[in-house]
């Protein structure tokens, strides 16, 4: 509760006289900020350079896919693709929930706004989440013959991934208090617990498809360079975060600091990241010839006939 300015009067009495002095009030204190958990402390936030680390790159991305939006629409409507259609409207959504995430960090360390914070932090996690394991699980198909059949069926299936995800965060952060989304607790052994087993199911997995690469069965993977280059990029940030977490969890501040590196990274680089391989060949190629990209060997293995239908 917020404390109250106070005024304190002091009685002097002496052999011949009495009188009285009267204080000024006392400044207001800062209230302490109650944590999900019930344990009452002062939030810290991160600071001005840890929010411009996150905000610049992200708003210059958005800029960058609001110059180029009435370009990308008209190749969109022409070229009829619900695939890229779909990705293109994902990526929106994420740019936007992960724009208002990294401009409204001042939501952690403000009292009355735990549950908005983490129900942000929690879709912007999640909407980030699904594009990422959505796309990977699309490209990874054996055949893209079925188009838009197989566009559902990746959606569904990464979808269920997803809802088990959030229901599992969902548990934690407002089930049992735990502050996943909160740096109030740096030493919340649950909190890193949980960041632990997830950073380690992300490495596994980008671990294993580079592990496919160099094996007998690298043709089953798409055969794009780049392809490579960003799971090289999301395996070592995993396998970064993962050691970060796992030393955040004995208390040790390095791996906070660590950690933290990773965070601005993913939500700042990330989106970027995704767009320049993926998408972008899609959207600078004039006539949809698509050379040397993802979308000539879809189009030979006809991943484009269910949306010319």
């Not at 208390?251 to 965070?263: D, E, K, P, R, S």
């Not at 970027?272 to 000539?296: C, K, R």
Request: charged share 15%.
């Amino acid at each position: 509760m917020m404390a109250k300015n106070l005024e304190a009067t002091i009685n002097v009495t002496t052999a011949s006289e009495s009188f009285s002095v009267s204080l000024p009030p006392i400044a207001e204190l800062p209230f302490p900020v109650k944590s999900i958990g019930g344990n009452e402390s002062v939030r810290q936030c991160h600071g001005v350079l840890y929010d411009a680390a996150l905000v610049v790159p992200t708003v210059l991305f958005v800029l960058y896919l609001v110059v180029h939006a009435k370009k990308n629409l008209t190749k969109l409507c022409n070229g009829r693709s619900y695939i890229m259609i779909s990705y293109y409207a994902l990526l929106w959504l994420a740019c936007v929930l992960n724009l208002a995430w990294c401009s409204l960090q001042g939501w952690q360390c403000s009292a009355g706004k735990e549950v908005a914070w983490n129900l942000l932090s929690l879709f912007t996690v999640a909407a980030m989440l699904y594009l990422e394991i959505s796309l990977m699980a699309f490209l990874l198909q054996e055949s893209y013959a079925g188009g838009l059949e197989t566009l559902a069926r990746t959606f569904i299936i990464s979808g269920i991934i997803v809802g088990v995800d959030m229901l599992l965060k969902v548990i934690y952060v407002f089930g049992f208090g735990f502050p996943l989304f909160i740096d109030v607790d740096s030493t919340h052994r649950m909190k890193w617990g949980f960041w632990i087993i997830h950073e380690l199911l992300l490495t596994a997995v980008y671990g294993f498809i580079l592990f496919v690469h160099f094996s007998k069965w690298r043709e089953k993977l798409p055969s794009r360079p780049a392809f490579y280059h960003y799971v090289v990029v999301m395996f070592v940030v995993s396998a970064v975060a993962f050691f970060g977490c796992a030393l955040a969890g004995t208390g040790a501040a390095f791996g906070i600091w660590l950690y933290n590196l990773t965070v601005i990274c993913y939500h700042s680089l990330y989106l970027p990241l995704l767009y320049a391989t993926f998408l972008a060949d899609f959207f600078q190629e004039e006539n949809f010839l698509l050379d040397n990209a993802y979308y000539s060997e879809m189009k030979d293995a006809g991943f484009f006939d269910a949306d010319w239908e």
